[in-house]
């Protein structure tokens, strides 16, 4: 697995800077992490774990 690209820090470094939400919902669990570590801001989850709600 790859670390977090110098593409995804200025993403969302720009993205802070827009006031825009970090949303990582579909992100991997290293992903999501690296990119809450590297936001400025509060990272905004907009949908997960459905099914701990409504099981299938």
């Not at 919902?25 to 290293?30: K, L």
Request: glycine share 6%.
């Amino acid at each position: 697995m790859l670390p977090f690209q110098s593409f995804g820090r200025r993403a969302i470094a720009e993205v802070n800077k827009f006031g825009i939400a970090v949303d990582p919902s579909h992100n991997g669990h290293r992903t999501t992490v690296e990119a809450s570590e590297q936001s400025t801001k509060p990272v905004m989850f907009s949908h997960s774990n459905i099914d701990e709600i409504y099981p299938s």
